[in-house]
C-alpha cells in the first residue's frame, strides 16, 4: 500500500508520535444526531477513522470513537441516530466498543460545572437571551459584565442546584462561564455553559431539564474519553480558546488538542442538515434518502459505493483553507470504481419495437454475452433471442443525420452479442409516430461477426421482447442548477425542477430479476445503475440512475 500523502493534521500525528507524547492514538467522529449524516460529513469520517486505521497499521495504538453529541433534546431524534450508524458502518468504517453519548456524561458534566463554580469561574445569570446578546458587545466593542456576575459562590450553587431540580421555567436562569468582558474573542465572553429545557430526552428521558452547551461539552466529553486529537472544521477555530479554557479549569484525565480542518464544500450541492431538512420539509425531495440529496442514505440508494465515496475522500485530502470541491470529481470517482466493477446488462429504456421478419416465430435462442468485457474472470450469461426484440427509439433514425451510425432504412447493424439486422420496414400509426421496424437477420452472423468480414458502422443492444422484465427507470440530474446555492439568499429557489426524469416503459434483459438494491450495473450504453431500496416490487422493479457514462452535463451547462 502506498504511504499516504502527508497533509498537516498527519504530520502533527507524526511529530506527537516522535516526541513520543502520546503512547495512543485516539480520535473520534462526533455527529450531532439532528438529521442525516451528508458527504460533507464522510470527509469527517475519513478522516478521523481513516488515521485510527492507518496508524493502526504501524503498529501503533489507536482507536476512533463514534460520539453522538446529543445535547439539545428538541432538535434530536433516535431515527437520526439509527440512521447515523448505519451510515458509518455502510461507508466502510468500525468504532467497536467505543460508542459514545454526551448524554453519558449528563452527570459528569453536572459535576465539572459545579466545580467551575466553586472555583468562582461560573454564575447563574437572570439576563434573557436577548440582553445577553446586547451584553456581549461586538467585534470592534467591548461587552457589558453581567450585574449577576458577582454573585456569592453559595448563591450560584444553590441557583444552579434548583436549576436541576426543575425551579425554574425556560429562559429564566443560565449558568455562565466567568471569563472576559473585553476579551478579543467574543467566545469568551462569559459564554453560556447551561441553559434549561424543559424537554424529553431520547436517551435520559425526563432526568434533566438543564442541558450543557456544545462549547463546554465536547471538550470534556474528548478529555473524558482520551481522545489525542480533536479534529473539526473551520468554523470552531475561534472556539478553540474555550475550549481549551474548559479542560484548564475542571478536572479533566487528559488535555486532548483540537486541530481545525476546512470543510467540504461541494458544487451544485447543499451540505448543511438544515437545509437538507429543508428541502425534505418542502417536498423538493421525497425524504433524507432521496436518491438526488447529498445524504449518504440517498447516495447509497442512488447507487454510489462506499469504495468511490472514501476514494473520492482521499483525492481531496485535508487543507487548512476552504474551498469548493467540483462534484464532477465525486462523480469521476464513482465511474472509475463501476467501470471496474459493476457487470454489464443490456436495458433499454424508451423501447421500439423490432420484429424479425426471417426469425420463425416458435424459435428461441440463448446467446453469450460476457459480463465485463476487460474482465473475463467476470463471467458471462445467457440473454435469450426470438423475433420480437425491443431497442432504443433514439438507436433508430428514419432520415439519418450525416455521423448518425446505427439503424435506418436499410442499413444494416449489429444487435450486440447477437446478430446482424437490416431495417426493411417502418411501420407508423395514423398519427404518424413509429411503432414497429420489421428488419431481417443474418443468420451466419450469430454472436456478432459475420463470415464474410463484412463490417457494420453501429452496434445497438437490445431486449428480447418475450423475455424482457418491464420496470421503472429513474434518471437523475443536478438538484440545483447553480453551481453554489449555498451562496444564494434562497437556495430553494434554484432548484433544478428537471432534476428526475421517468422512464415508465423500460425493459430489461431477464437476468435482472435477480437484481438486488444496491447491486450496481452497467447498462450498456445507458449508465450505471441498481434497483432501487424502497419503491421497487417484484412486480414493479424500479431502478435509479446512479451517474452517466460520461459527463454530459459539463457539455450541456457549458
Ligand atoms: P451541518 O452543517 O450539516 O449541520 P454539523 O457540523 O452541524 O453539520 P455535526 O453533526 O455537528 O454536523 O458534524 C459532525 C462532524 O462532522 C463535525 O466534526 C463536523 O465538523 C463534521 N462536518 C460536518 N460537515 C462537514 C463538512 N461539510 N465537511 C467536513 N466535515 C464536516
Ligand atoms: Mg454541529
Redesign the pocket.
Known sequence: MNERPRDFIRKIIDADIASGRHAEIVTR????PN?YL?I??A??ICLNFGIAAEYGEKGKNTRCHLRF?DTNPTKEEQEYIDAIKEDVRWLGFDWGEHLYHASDYFEKLYGFAVELIEKGLAYVCELSAEEIRAYRGTLTEPGRESPWRDRPVEENLDLFRRMRAGEFPEGAKVLRAKIDMASGNLNLRDPVIYRIMHASHPRTGDQWCIYPMYDFTHPISDALEGITHSL??LEFEDHRPLYDWVLEHVSVPCRPRQIEFA???LSHTV????KLLKLVENGVVSGWDDPRMPTLSGMRRRGYTPAAIRDFCERIGVAKKDSTVDVELLEHCLRDDLNENAPRRMAVLDPLKVVITNYPEDQEEELIAANHPKRPEMGERKVPFCREIYIERADFMEEPVKKFKRLAPGREVRLRYAYFITCDEVVKDESGEIVELRCSYAPETRGGNAPDGRKVKGTIHWVSARHAIRAEVRLYDRLFNRPDPEAEGDFLACVNPDSLEVKAEARLEPSLAAARPGENCQFERNGYFCLDSRDSTPERPVFNRTVTLRDTWGKKAG
Do not use: I, W
Open positions: 467522529f462526533p455527529p450531532e438529521g451528508h460533507g460529513h470527509k469527517s453529541d473539526c472544521t470543510r467540504l464544500n451540505v448543511s442538515k438544515r
